[in-house]
């Protein structure tokens, strides 16, 4: 069966630090990788996805950005954190366009 | 561009009450839908999903919802709550072609009291 991971669950970071935060999926191969944002009372918010190593589509212009060096490997990146940067970050992936499943996620503040 | 509407942001049941979350969505062509639950301290995981057929799904834990096409609505039901019912829902709709993106309403706080 299909697992994703992703680390750290929590993470504290000053105003201007960079970031990098991993997600990594088992038991599939090629999958679509999904980067969402979980903000209190206002659902998710696509912020990446990639078909494929190398190929990522941004949906919200921002101070993110993300990466795929391997096929099951998705990373979310800062090279200097805001404070509006702070909230729940969500993985997940698919097999082509269909149902996507979820990761535990990672809740990060900036301080 | 599409868009997802949850109208309640919060309800509060006793247990045996029957629930209706309603969500109802913004676009013109063929769709897929989907409820999710996120549990407490937990994942967020599928309840269920349409993508065509009978317009009436069911899902896991007794859960069941309908798409009504003329209606843009896809209410989530549960005849009988539990305490367990307890979490978040979110309703999300994707345009069907092909696309990726999953458009994702607010969602909807569910206390259950005992």
């Known amino acids: 069966s299909q697992t994703i991971h992703q680390w750290p669950a929590t993470l504290v970071q000053p105003v201007g630090s960079p970031l990098s935060l991993e997600c990594t999926v088992e038991?599939?191969?090629?999958?679509?990788l999904y980067w969402y944002r979980q903000a209190a009372g206002r659902g998710l918010q696509l912020l990446f996805y990639?078909?494929?190593?190398?190929?990522i589509s941004s949906e919200v212009p921002q101070n993110l950005s993300a990466s795929r060096p391997q096929d099951r490997q998705f990373i979310l990146s800062s090279k200097k954190l805001l404070l509006s940067d702070s909230g729940f970050y969500l993985c997940?992936?698919?097999?082509?366009?269909?149902?996507?499943?979820f990761g535990p996620g990672t809740r990060l503040t900036v301080l | 561009a599409q868009s997802v509407s949850q109208h309640n942001h919060h309800v509060i049941l006793s247990e045996a009450a029957s629930l209706e979350l309603g969500c109802n969505y913004s676009?013109?062509?063929?769709?897929?839908l989907f409820w999710y639950v996120q549990y407490p301290g937990q994942h967020l995981q599928l309840l269920l999903k349409?993508?065509?057929?009978?317009?009436l799904v069911k899902g896991i834990k007794g859960f069941e919802a309908e798409f009504i096409k003329s209606k843009f609505s896809f209410n989530l039901r549960k005849p009988s709550v539990q305490w367990s019912d307890t979490a978040e829902y979110f309703c999300?709709?994707?345009?069907?072609?092909?696309?990726?993106?999953?458009?994702f309403g607010k969602g909807t706080k569910l206390s259950v009291i005992p």
């Open positions: 990639s078909v494929g190593i190398g190929q």
């Open positions: 676009y013109g062509g063929t769709v897929n």
């Open positions: 038991g599939t191969s090629n999958p679509n």
């Open positions: 999300a709709v994707n345009s069907g072609a092909g696309s990726y993106q999953l458009t």
């Open positions: 349409y993508f065509s057929g009978d317009p």
């Open positions: 997940a992936w698919s097999r082509s366009a269909d149902t996507q499943y």
